[in-house]
């Protein structure tokens, strides 16, 4: 429905984008979308992969250019060239993945492109002075002089907020910001944003997490398929009507397992030590086990290790000590063919890297691993009636959309082409499956799906590695969890016995112990 702009006060509206088209070819990705944002508020947008959210900010910050509608800033009808001319417009873009320069500064990445000069050279310490004054008025504590290879990711993060902050925004986009926090450093940002709000600053907030669109929004829009299906202030809604809105149908947000019995132990690993790729030890003296239909969670911030084990229990990584059995036969050394052969499955973290070819169609990406075995090879020959007779079982079982076995892989959106690496992976029949990041970047209905499906594993008496950063994913799926930390076991928690808190502070590299120590003579602190 189109918006009648004399109706309302442009200049109350930091925002407004009237009837935005965004055609490419095959793809309408935005159809007459109005989005309104009010000066000084926190507005989310959430919707499904493909929904078309990000091409609206992409059009938003000057990335893209709309195929026709108005966009408006502070009651201004501006059209961006590119992101120069929306910085000017002040706006600013936090991406998910971060634009900094590792081996600058954490001042010098703040003013670059916009650097303070004493006559033609570039003055240091203007540049530090501003950057200090900036973080204290924001409350976003940061060492200017830290390099950002040696800073954490929350850090990282109050660098990017800064740097758009220096460049003068009053609109901040920020786009899936606490996909790689700690629950202590996501609470701090909420403080930041709201401290930002506060200061009039608007802020466009892009997330996957319902519960925290719940907490930190005052308005919501909902879009679906290239439209808005809704707009709802936040103290009016609730996650489940979010997420139907999403959808366009009920989902299951809490994750139903069941109890269940382990059986034998599949998997055993012993001190396990494996370097990373600049040599240096990523995982350090790592121990645990994993029996029949059990779930064992991997819990932690990225670049702890976790990539590491999970590429060297899949052979795709050397391991310099400890062992490594399979039922109870030692693995270590094994290549990635000869683990498969074992019957141990894999869906990466990174699908384009390692779980499929993108410009392969569905029908060849269902069978890769085992695509020169009986049934689907003979004597050195592809037996294409089995590979097209095996997609056309998988897609339809699996629910692939379009439900088209010659659609190139890479051509379906995020949420399918998981969909494609799973159906393959359960259709081996793994009696140990490693998941590394089974839910990054999937909307509420894919991930639905895709829990189901590590439930469904577990059933079978399948032996599950899950590596996740989404906590809720990990408490609700994990039958037990363990915490790493620079390469090193935290602790190994049950989800029922641990709090939110706890797992917060073993992530931030605190041992298990310790906060149990802590939490006693607190205790007994409080009873004297």
């Known amino acids: 429905m189109s918006i009648d702009l004399s109706s309302i006060n442009k200049k109350e509206y930091a925002v407004i984008m009237k009837d935005i088209v965004k055609r490419f070819p095959k793809v309408l990705a935005n159809d007459h979308v109005n989005f309104l944002v009010k000066k000084g508020e926190v507005h989310s947008i959430i919707g499904e992969n493909g929904a078309g959210k990000s091409t609206l900010m992409n059009q938003l910050y000057g990335l893209y250019t709309p195929t026709s509608g108005d966009i408006y800033i502070f009651g201004e009808k501006k059209v961006f060239k590119g992101p120069g001319d929306a910085i000017k417009a002040g706006i600013g873009m936090v991406h998910q993945h971060f634009m900094l320069v590792d081996t600058l500064t954490v001042a010098e990445n703040i003013v670059l492109g916009s650097e303070p000069k004493r006559g033609m050279t570039f003055d240091l310490k203007k540049a530090r002075k501003e950057v200090k004054e900036l973080s204290e008025k924001y409350g976003l504590f940061v060492d200017v002089d830290a390099k950002i290879e040696d800073i954490p990711v929350g850090m990282q993060q109050r660098v990017e907020i800064l740097k758009t902050i220096y460049r003068g925004a009053e609109i901040l986009i920020l786009d899936e910001p606490t996909a790689v926090l700690t629950p202590q450093e996501t609470k701090e940002l909420f403080e930041i944003i709201n401290k930002l709000r ?253 829990h189901k499906e590590i439930l469904n594993l577990r059933e079978k008496d399948v032996a599950v590695l899950l590596v996740s950063m989404e906590l809720e994913e990990v408490l609700s799926l994990s039958d037990r969890i363990i915490v790493m930390y620079e390469g090193e076991i935290m602790g190994e928690v049950k989800p029922d016995e641990v709090t939110i808190e706890e797992i917060g502070l073993m992530m931030a590299g605190h041992k298990l112990e310790d906060i149990k120590l802590e939490e006693k003579l607190s205790h007994g602190g409080d009873s004297n």
């Open 198 to 450: 506060e200061d009039g600053k608007t802020i466009i907030f892009i997330s996957h997490k319902l519960h925290e669109v719940m907490e930190i929004s005052d308005n919501i829009t909902v879009m679906r398929l290239g439209k808005v299906t809704g707009h709802v202030a936040a103290k009016d809604t609730n996650a489940r009507e979010l997420a139907n809105m999403m959808v366009g149908r009920e989902v299951v947000l809490r994750v139903e397992k069941s109890e269940k019995e382990p059986g034998d132990t599949i998997v055993e690993v012993e001190d396990l030590w494996i370097k990373d790729n600049r040599g240096l030890d990523a995982v350090r003296g790592v121990s645990f086990k994993i029996r029949k239909g059990e779930v064992l969670g991997v819990a932690g911030v990225a670049g702890n290790g976790q990539t590491e084990l999970v590429e060297a229990l899949t052979g795709l990584r050397k391991i310099e000590n400890g062992k490594y059995l399979y039922k109870g036969e030692e693995v270590s050394k094994k290549t990635v063919r000869e683990l498969r052969e074992r019957n141990i499955g894999h869906i990466p973290e990174d699908r384009f890297k390692y779980a499929m070819v993108k410009e392969f169609p569905n029908y060849y990406n269902m069978i890769l691993g085992k695509h020169y075995k009986e049934p689907f090879a003979k004597n050195g020959f592809l037996n294409h009636d089995v590979i097209y007779k095996n997609a056309d079982i998988l897609v339809k079982r699996f629910d692939v959309r379009p439900p088209d076995r010659t659609i190139p892989t890479g051509n379906l959106s995020g949420g399918n082409q998981q969909k494609v690496v799973i159906a393959r992976e359960v259709s081996f029949n793994p009696e140990f499956i490693v998941i590394a990041q089974p839910t990054r970047g999937l909307d509420v209905g894919a991930i639905e799906y895709v």
